[in-house]
Protein backbone atom coordinates (compact mmCIF):
# COMPACT_ATOMS: atom_id res chain seq x y z
CA UNK A 1 0.00 0.00 0.00
CA UNK A 2 1.16 3.34 -1.05
CA UNK A 3 2.77 5.95 1.23
CA UNK A 4 1.50 9.64 0.85
CA UNK A 5 2.69 12.76 2.30
CA UNK A 6 0.64 15.47 2.95
CA UNK A 7 1.06 19.34 4.17
CA UNK A 8 -1.04 20.84 6.93
CA UNK A 9 -2.52 24.60 6.28
CA UNK A 10 0.24 25.76 9.37
CA UNK A 11 2.99 23.82 6.88
CA UNK A 12 3.88 20.66 8.98
CA UNK A 13 3.54 17.44 7.13
CA UNK A 14 2.52 13.96 8.06
CA UNK A 15 2.62 10.71 6.34
CA UNK A 16 -0.97 8.18 5.59
CA UNK A 17 -1.13 4.88 3.87
CA UNK A 18 -3.72 4.78 1.43
CA UNK A 19 -4.94 2.25 -1.13
CA UNK A 20 -4.01 3.85 -4.98
CA UNK A 21 -7.93 3.47 -5.63
CA UNK A 22 -8.76 5.96 -2.23
CA UNK A 23 -9.13 9.98 -2.69
CA UNK A 24 -6.88 12.02 -1.44
CA UNK A 25 -7.32 13.61 2.54
CA UNK A 26 -9.22 17.27 2.38
CA UNK A 27 -8.51 17.41 6.21
CA UNK A 28 -5.52 16.17 8.88
CA UNK A 29 -7.67 13.14 10.88
CA UNK A 30 -5.58 14.77 13.61
CA UNK A 31 -6.22 18.49 13.40
CA UNK A 32 -9.11 18.71 11.33
CA UNK A 33 -6.65 21.18 9.23
CA UNK A 34 -7.32 21.61 4.91
CA UNK A 35 -4.56 19.50 3.69
CA UNK A 36 -2.85 18.87 -0.21
CA UNK A 37 -1.07 16.33 -1.10
CA UNK A 38 2.32 16.40 -1.64
CA UNK A 39 4.08 15.13 -4.73
CA UNK A 40 7.55 13.49 -3.60
CA UNK A 41 10.65 11.92 -4.88
CA UNK A 42 9.53 8.38 -3.76
CA UNK A 43 11.36 5.86 -1.65
CA UNK A 44 12.93 4.47 -4.65
CA UNK A 45 14.22 0.65 -5.22
CA UNK A 46 15.15 -1.06 -1.73
CA UNK A 47 16.93 -3.87 -2.80
CA UNK A 48 17.49 -6.00 0.28
CA UNK A 49 19.28 -9.92 0.54
CA UNK A 50 22.82 -10.81 -0.75
CA UNK A 51 22.25 -8.91 -4.65
CA UNK A 52 22.02 -10.16 -8.10
CA UNK A 53 23.02 -12.18 -10.14
CA UNK A 54 23.25 -13.22 -13.87
CA UNK A 55 20.84 -16.66 -12.93
CA UNK A 56 18.40 -14.27 -11.94
CA UNK A 57 17.57 -13.10 -15.41
CA UNK A 58 14.75 -14.65 -17.72
CA UNK A 59 16.64 -14.34 -21.06
CA UNK A 60 19.78 -16.18 -20.87
CA UNK A 61 19.21 -16.10 -24.87
CA UNK A 62 19.90 -12.54 -25.04
CA UNK A 63 23.44 -12.98 -23.15
CA UNK A 64 24.60 -16.46 -25.16
CA UNK A 65 24.14 -14.08 -28.38
CA UNK A 66 26.37 -11.65 -27.05
CA UNK A 67 28.56 -13.63 -26.43
CA UNK A 68 28.71 -14.87 -30.09
CA UNK A 69 29.10 -11.84 -31.59
CA UNK A 70 33.06 -10.78 -29.59
Known sequence: MPTYEYQRED??????QQSIKDEPLERCPETGQKVKRVITGGGG????????YITDYKNKGKKQAADTNK
Open 11 to 16: GTTFEV
Open 45 to 52: VVYKGNGF
